[in-house]
């Protein structure tokens, strides 16, 4: 699926937005500041109704769970001429701590905040990140094989909304920390 395929998907789901679905959001502490801020560049959320897969994936479907879409966007492929919308994600509202994706490409929404030198705000939903307009990192991908973890361990410091979120990245970081070959030497 190409940026323009997502693109286009992520313009109708933005199109769909009607004031329940903000008044949603409001109620799960996401403020309408939050939201213009984000929307005043580009769509950032949408509306829709998905089949959630088993394998992590969503397919839009007009019969399916309603959802919110949010885009995830590389502004590194964008300087390069090209759509920057390099995923999807959904969730439900019920649920905001579960989320699947469109094409499994992504691995943070605001990962482009690591490679700055200011502390990084880590949130733990996609909802927070729409609360904290942007302005932090939400995890997506939380396999032993995600780019997230080398790009936070050669990033700027990072902070946390709660403890729980911190220890988990935590054990994250060092269950996947690579450690070299070791043993006793024969010094006889």
Known sequence: ?????????MEAAASR????????LRALGVPYESLGALGRDEHTFGAGRAVLGSDGLFQPDEHGEPVVIQAVNDDLV???GEVGLIDLIAWRTDEPARWWWRTGSAWALGFELLDGDEPVVVVATPCDWLAAAGRACCILDWSERSPAWPAM?????????????RQRVRNALVATAP??????ADVA
């Open 78 to 80: 964008r300087k390069h």
């Open 153 to 165: 361990r050669a990033g700027p410091p990072l902070s946390f909304t709660n403890d729980t979120l």
């Open 1 to 9: 699926m190409k940026g323009r395929d997502l693109l286009a998907e």
């Open 17 to 24: 937005v009607r004031l329940p679905h903000l008044e949603r």
């Open 179 to 184: 450690l070299p070959s070791m043993e006793i």
